[in-house]
């Protein structure tokens, strides 16, 4: 896997970790603002059930990455042992018709 980096300067409180593969380091950034942001708290809210409740839901992936959809973008993420959010890859959901 590739090396991933901390979503800078973006989370809204801090408690939770969102990193970033460079594959989907410049697509997420090239998002408008207001969904990057909506994107961002979704990501960190799934950081925080998965730390409050982690046999609840099974976030683990399990050969599958995971996604979140915002307007027109979709977003594939996994969460690692710790709680990490690493988001892998961007794209417009248009691909996808």
Do not use: K
Not at 80 to 94: C, E, K, R, Y
Request: net charge negative; hydrophobic share 45%; with cysteine.
């Amino acid at each position: 896997m590739s090396s991933v980096s901390p979503l800078p300067d973006t989370l809204p409180d801090r408690r939770h970790t969102v990193q970033v593969a460079p594959t989907a380091a410049s697509d997420l950034q090239s998002l408008d603002s207001d969904v990057r942001e909506r994107l961002v708290e979704m990501l960190c809210d799934v950081a925080e059930v998965a730390a409050l409740a982690p046999g609840a839901v099974d976030f683990s992936g399990r050969g599958a990455p995971s996604t979140l959809r915002a307007g027109q973008s979709i977003v594939f993420y996994s969460l690692g042992a710790l709680h990490a959010v690493t988001v892998h890859h961007v794209v417009q959901a248009d691909v996808f018709r």
